[in-house]
């Protein structure tokens, strides 16, 4: 489990799962009364490089011409 912190006091403010958190999150923290702003993490992707140019990208698909 992942304890996600107040960024301003560093509280407790809940625990979870690693990628349980599937959008944004704002939550005020009950110590210091800092909103947090929380997002999930960037998704993992194998394809990390830009294609050269000419070749297909990451999961693009080929339309051929009737």
């Known amino acids: 489990m992942e304890s996600i912190r107040c960024s301003a006091c560093q509280a407790l403010l809940f625990k979870t799962e690693e990628k349980a958190i599937s959008g944004r999150i704002e939550i005020k923290c009950r110590r210091c009364r800092t909103i947090n702003h929380l997002?999930?993490?960037e998704p993992?992707?194998?394809?990390l490089e830009q294609p050269a140019i000419g070749e297909?990208?990451?999961?693009?698909?080929s339309h051929s011409k009737p």
Request: aromatic share 0%; net charge neutral.
């Open 39 to 41: 997002r999930p993490a």
């Open 44 to 47: 993992e992707t194998d394809c």
């Open 56 to 61: 297909k990208s990451c999961g693009s698909m």
